[in-house]
């Protein structure tokens, strides 16, 4: 069953995700925060929190970790005084700099000797198993 290997896979990535962010202190969403803060200049924290699909004190909460480590600083949105933008501070962007990228070393450790259309056939294939698991849930949570 594709479902219990892909669980396993969650799992087993995670912790090896977790022992290499251990040493810079941080979290696997904490890294995940950094990472998106590094594609874009502002973030907003609603925004944030949709993309993550977790509870809003579960990213204030992480946010707010982020905040006292120095590595992100909050702003209020100049459009809606209510909404706060995320941006990474020169901390943040200095650690950002020098973290090893767990996302890549998991791929190049779990594929490693893996034929490459293989691989393109397995990403086509969660990426439209995920979508049709989202929209399938969108249809129940709107009924």
């Known amino acids: 069953m594709p479902g219990g290997w892909a669980k396993k896979y ?4 995670g912790a090896l995700m977790e022992a290499v962010l251990r040493p810079f202190d941080l979290g696997n969403t904490q890294w995940y925060v950094l990472y998106r803060l590094s594609l874009v200049e502002h973030l907003g924290q609603r925004d944030l929190t949709l993309e993550l699909g977790v ?6 909460g992480v946010i707010s970790a982020l905040v006292r480590k120095g590595l992100v600083q ?4 100049p459009e809606d005084q209510r909404q706060k933008l995320l941006s990474l501070t020169p ?3 200095d650690l950002w700099l ?3 990228d767990p996302a890549e070393l998991i791929g190049d450790i779990a594929f490693a000797g893996e034929d490459p259309a293989d691989i393109a056939t397995m990403n086509r294939l969660l990426q439209n198993a995920t979508q ?11 009924s």
């Open 98 to 100: 020098t973290l090893p």
């Open 74 to 77: 909050q702003s209020p949105d």
């Open 91 to 93: 901390s943040g962007l």
């Open 10 to 13: 969650f799992f087993a990535s």
């Open 55 to 60: 509870e809003r004190a579960t990213v204030s």
């Open 132 to 142: 049709r698991l989202l929209d399938y849930r969108k249809g129940i949570t709107q």
